[in-house]
């Protein structure tokens, strides 16, 4: 059966890969030093880590030996061949993963420290063979084909984005425009589907399925929540607090306050939401238009 993780239960078995060369070429970009401290606590949080390998030519890395060697990372020297300057560490790893998935049954979750596109098909073979894959990479050297092949991917700019001041409620509204889309599309999917109860951690489940790089720390959120309310307050969905767990439930979905015609159609859509009109795209709601007296729609 696919392992994947619970929120409650037995810990995640993490096996870690990491392609050092690739993460240098972000390290290029960036003044911030790398800390494999902040991706091994991350990791510390979603279960127990239990192979840690990182592969390169480390003659050209020796800067950043010692903290690899001190938070227990095996280093495997993959040295530059001379003639095409280039080295196997690529192909070992895959290698090496793959060795461990068949070999090693208790480990369920591999993680794969690199932004490299070459890496899609050894996610695709890990998931294949029930594994939940996580990846993780710098900004600047990380291919969307890699992220969007993972059941999750972090970005190692936003590690440290929960311990900072929130900025989402003053962040320019255009910063919001696609995580808003993504919320809305999400809850007419899941619409769509017939559930009754769409409760919060339903709609995260999902939006980090269509797109694993989604992550509302990086927004500025302090916790998904705080994404919803303010989701809610720019009119893109509705919410209530369920009852007895104290958790919002999304009830539907509205339209962005910017246009005023937009918002009072989408109030019309939440309204109409169990029925099948409501679960079509724009083109329902403008056929419905017509049908609502002139003096209420000015009102």
């Given at each position: 059966?696919?392992?994947?993780?619970?929120?409650?239960?037995?810990?995640?078995?993490?096996?870690?890969?990491?392609?050092?060369?690739?993460?240098?070429?972000?390290?290029?970009?960036?003044?911030?030093?790398?800390?494999?401290?902040?991706?091994?606590?991350?990791?510390?949080?979603?279960?127990?880590?239990?192979?840690?390998?990182?592969?390169?030519?480390?003659?050209?890395?020796?800067?950043?030996?010692?903290?690899?060697?001190?938070?227990?990372?095996?280093?495997?020297?993959?040295?530059?061949?001379?003639?095409?300057?280039?080295?196997?560490?690529?192909?070992?790893?895959?290698?090496?993963?793959?060795?461990?998935?068949?070999?090693?049954?208790?480990?369920?979750?591999?993680?794969?420290?690199?932004?490299?596109?070459?890496?899609?098909?050894?996610?695709?073979?890990?998931?294949?063979?029930?594994?939940?894959?996580?990846?993780?990479?710098?900004?600047?050297?990380?291919?969307?084909?890699?992220?969007?092949?993972?059941?999750?991917?972090?970005?190692?700019?936003?590690?440290?984005?929960?311990?900072?001041?929130?900025?989402?409620?003053?962040?320019?509204?255009?910063?919001?425009?696609?995580?808003?889309?993504?919320?809305?599309?999400?809850?007419?999917?899941?619409?769509?589907?017939?559930?009754?109860?769409?409760?919060?951690?339903?709609?995260?489940?999902?939006?980090?399925?269509?797109?694993?790089?989604?992550?509302?720390?990086?927004?500025?959120?302090?916790?998904?929540?705080?994404?919803?309310?303010?989701?809610?307050?720019?009119?893109?969905?509705?919410?209530?607090?369920?009852?007895?767990?104290?958790?919002?439930?999304?009830?539907?979905?509205?339209?962005?306050?910017?246009?005023?015609r937009s918002g009072s159609e989408g109030r019309g859509e939440g309204r109409a939401e169990g029925r099948a009109e409501s679960r079509t795209p724009a083109p329902a709601r403008?056929?419905?238009?017509?049908?609502?007296?002139?003096?209420?729609?000015?009102?």
């Amino acid at each position: 059966m696919p392992a994947t993780p619970a929120a409650a239960g037995p810990q995640l078995q993490i096996a870690v890969f990491i392609d050092f060369e690739n993460i240098a070429l972000g390290l290029r970009d960036t003044k911030a030093p790398f800390d494999v401290r902040r991706i091994l606590d991350r990791l510390l949080e979603k279960g127990k880590v239990i192979v840690k390998v990182a592969y390169a030519d480390w003659g050209r890395f020796r800067e950043h030996t010692t903290g690899l060697h001190e938070n227990g990372i095996e280093l495997i020297e993959i040295p530059r061949r001379a003639t095409t300057g280039k080295n196997s560490a690529d192909i070992r790893l895959v290698v090496d993963a793959m060795d461990l998935a068949w070999s090693k049954a208790h480990i369920d979750t591999f993680v794969i420290v690199s932004g490299d596109s070459d890496f899609s098909p050894l996610v695709a073979k890990l998931k294949e063979n029930g594994k939940h894959v996580i990846g993780l990479g710098m900004k600047a050297s990380t291919s969307p084909l890699l992220a969007n092949s993972c059941d999750e991917f972090i970005y190692y700019e936003d590690l440290e984005r929960g311990h900072e001041p929130a900025r989402a409620r003053s962040a320019p509204a255009h910063a919001k425009e696609e995580p808003f889309h993504l919320l809305a599309e999400t809850v007419r999917a899941l619409l769509r589907e017939n559930f009754d109860i769409i409760q919060a951690s339903l709609v995260k489940d999902t939006m980090k399925r269509k797109r694993p790089a989604f992550s509302e720390a990086a927004l500025g959120y302090g916790s998904f929540s705080e994404m919803l309310e303010d989701a809610q307050e720019a009119g893109v969905i509705t919410l209530r607090k369920d009852e007895r767990s104290g958790t919002y439930v999304v009830t539907g979905v509205g339209a962005p306050r910017r246009r005023e015609r937009s918002g009072s159609e989408g109030r019309g859509e939440g309204r109409a939401e169990g029925r099948a009109e409501s679960r079509t795209p724009a083109p329902a709601r403008a056929d419905e238009a017509p049908k609502r007296p002139r003096g209420r729609r000015r009102g």
